[in-house]
């Protein structure tokens, strides 16, 4: 089993900054793919950023691309979200997530373990 606890999430305005940290702890996920989705009231949850086991790789949606970055300290069973430029359309639950190895996949249903989440607001 592998429990993955997000935080780093709150309120921010417009245009700030905020680093999300994802801590996987029982089995690890050294060796697995890592994504971060966010989910806003009344719509899907989506994905944000992924990441592949090793770090070399990584896939971006492209309303965030350029202004957050993903990385992994596996050392650490640690992920990572770094989110600059935010914008009140990121206001949402940050939740991240265990995948498969290979190649990164921004499809949720390729995930298979999920942290609770943690909030990010964005005022304007």
């Known amino acids: 089993q592998v429990q993955l606890v997000e935080s780093g999430g709150g309120l921010v305005q417009a245009g700030g900054s905020l680093r999300l940290s994802c801590a996987a702890s029982?089995?690890?996920?050294?060796?697995?793919?890592v994504g971060w989705f966010r989910q806003a009231p009344g719509k899907e949850r989506d994905v944000v950023a992924a990441?592949?086991?090793?770090?070399?790789?990584?896939y971006y949606a492209d309303s965030v691309k350029g202004r957050f970055t993903i990385s992994r300290d596996n050392a650490k069973n640690t992920v990572y979200l770094q989110m600059s430029s935010l914008k009140p359309e990121d206001t949402a639950v940050y939740y991240c997530?265990?995948?498969?190895?290979?190649?990164?996949?921004?499809?949720?249903?390729?995930?298979?373990?999920w942290g609770q989440g943690t909030q990010v607001t964005v005022s304007s």
């Open positions: 997530a265990r995948g498969r190895a290979g190649v990164v996949t921004p499809s949720k249903y390729e995930y298979d373990y």
């Open positions: 029982g089995r690890t996920f050294s060796g697995y793919n």
């Open positions: 990441i592949n086991w090793s770090g070399s790789s990584a």
